[in-house]
Structure formats: C-alpha cells, structure tokens
C-alpha cells in the first residue's frame, strides 16, 4: 500500500491562491495516475483533476478547468494542485489518491487504490 500525505490546506480569500501538495511514500511508477478529489461532509468524494505520472497528461472536472492546476514534481515525487481565484464553493476536505493505471479520463473515485488522508480548504468571502 502506498501512502500519501497531502498539505498545504488552510484558509484563503475568495480570489487568492493556494497550493495543495501531494507527496506518496514510494517512487510513483511511470503507469501511475495521481487525482485530487473534494469531499463535503456527509457527500461523496468528487473528482477534481488527475494527472499520468509518466508524461504529465491532465484532466480537470469542469469547475475546475481556467482556475487549478495539477502538476508533478518527479524530483520530490509530489503532486501539485494550484488554486487559483477559489470561491467559497471550493471549501472542502481535499484528498489525493492514485492507482496504478487506466484512462485519466475516468473520474471514478473507486478506480483509485490508495488515499490520503485529505487537507481541509476554506475559502471566504
């Protein structure tokens, strides 16, 4: 199993930024793919972005599309979410997961293994 520790959660202004952090356990292997996902309490997980670790091909969840941005750092093995101009719409718990292959363009959260624990995103107005 590998874990993953997400950071870089906290409070921002509505129209700020702020960068979420992904850092696994273990090298991420070429196949993986690595995904963000929002969680409001007593709601399901909702896809956000992902991101193929071997060539760093993306896909966003349409709210997220013009103002996140997915990124890896192969170097650090971390993957990046920037948020900017979040509203408070985006106020969530924030996780990341990831799997070991398929498709980017399946945002299913039960297609991915491991989980961290999430950090909590508080946008206001």
């Known amino acids: 199993q590998m874990w993953l520790v997400e950071s870089?959660?906290?409070?921002?202004p509505a129209g700020g930024a702020l960068r979420l952090s992904c850092v696994a356990s273990e090298?991420?292997?070429?196949?993986?793919?690595?995904g963000w996902f929002r969680q409001?309490?007593?709601m399901e997980r909702?896809?956000?972005?992902?991101i193929r670790?071997?060539?760093?091909?993306?896909?966003?969840?349409?709210?997220?599309?013009?103002?996140?941005t997915i990124?890896?750092?192969e170097a650090e093995n971390t993957v990046?979410?920037?948020?900017?101009?979040?509203?408070?719409?985006?106020?969530?718990?924030?996780?990341?997961?990831?799997?070991?292959a398929g498709s980017i363009k399946n945002n299913d959260r039960h297609a991915y293994?491991?989980?961290?624990?999430?950090?909590q995103v508080t946008v206001s107005t």
């Not at 870089?8 to 921002?12: I, W």
């Not at 090298?27 to 690595?34: A, D, G």
């Open 8 to 12: 870089g959660g906290g409070s921002v």
């Open 27 to 34: 090298p991420h292997k070429p196949s993986h793919i690595v």
């Open 40 to 42: 409001a309490p007593g």
């Open 46 to 50: 909702a896809f956000v972005a992902n």
């Open 53 to 68: 670790w071997s060539i760093g091909s993306t896909n966003y969840a349409d709210s997220a599309k013009g103002r996140f």
């Open 71 to 73: 990124s890896r750092d």
């Open 80 to 100: 990046h979410l920037q948020m900017d101009n979040p509203t408070p719409e985006d106020t969530d718990v924030y996780s990341c997961a990831t799997r070991s």
């Open 113 to 119: 293994n491991d989980w961290g624990q999430g950090t």
